[in-house]
């Protein structure tokens, strides 16, 4: 499994964009990299995930680099909703849905 | 209408006691998952099963039996209960087994004491 490295915390005010990277140097060449994210006292959510080209949902867009050693998830305009713990997992192969998720970045959205 | 429902929402029981968790989905799925989230939040895969087949079995004890009675439930069962095993237990579905989309339940809260 690909390792990744995210920031333990960030922050932001509401309606701002917020940007959390995710650096996943070891990635492989097949792995997509998938986002999730973990609501206080709820199950992950799949958030957006993507292979090489940048990718846009109802929910956020994800960036990935041109040599995919990192990618970063952005959210347009954070809601309080949107405070959870954000995991970037790389992941493939016929494997894709043993997901190994990390410590992520916790997010905190000030009104 | 819930997409995956887990139950019990919460378990408390004594170490030695055996346990079931019991997952439905209601998505058409043919992908079913056990993930376990420790007290550290860290989130292991357990088990996967595809169209009621084992296809993933991670290093779990083998007091832990997952059983898929169709392709919309995958229950878990756990004997012989420690302290260790105490952890959030969440079932996930998917599609099928080679897409990333992962639906999960609430948790079940399981504490042994």
């Known amino acids: 499994d690909a390792k990744t490295t995210q920031p333990n915390s960030m922050e932001s005010n509401e309606e701002e964009p917020v940007h959390l990277p995710c650096n996943h140097s070891?990635?492989?060449?097949?792995?997509?990299i998938h986002w999730y994210r973990q609501l206080p006292s709820q199950g992950p959510e799949y958030v957006i995930h993507?292979?090489?080209s940048n990718v846009n949902n109802r929910m956020a867009s994800l960036a990935i680099a041109e040599d995919r050693k990192s990618s970063t998830l952005i959210l347009h305009r954070a809601t309080l909703r949107d405070a959870a713990v954000y995991y970037c997992?790389?992941?493939?192969?016929?494997?894709?849905?043993?997901?190994?998720f990390g410590q992520g970045t916790i997010l905190t959205v000030h009104p | 209408d819930t997409a995956v429902s887990q139950t019990p929402k919460y378990l408390v029981t004594q170490m030695g006691n055996d346990k079931s968790i019991k997952c439905e989905q209601n998505l058409g799925h043919d992908t079913m998952y056990w993930y376990k989230q420790d007290s550290k939040k860290f989130l292991k895969i357990m088990f996967s099963?595809?169209?009621?087949?084992?296809?993933i079995n991670e290093t779990v004890p083998n007091r832990f039996s997952p059983k898929s009675p169709d392709k919309a439930h995958l229950n878990l069962h756990i004997n012989s209960l420690e302290l260790g095993d105490s952890a959030v237990y969440f079932c996930?579905?998917?599609?099928?087994?080679?897409?990333?989309?992962?639906?999960f339940g609430e948790g079940s809260r399981l504490t042994v004491l």
């Open positions: 070891t990635i492989s060449g097949t792995d997509y």
């Open positions: 997992i790389p992941a493939g192969g016929t494997s894709y849905g043993k997901l190994t």
């Open positions: 099963y595809n169209n009621k087949e084992l296809i």
């Open positions: 993507g292979l090489t």
């Open positions: 996930a579905s998917s599609h099928h087994s080679d897409t990333g989309e992962l639906f």
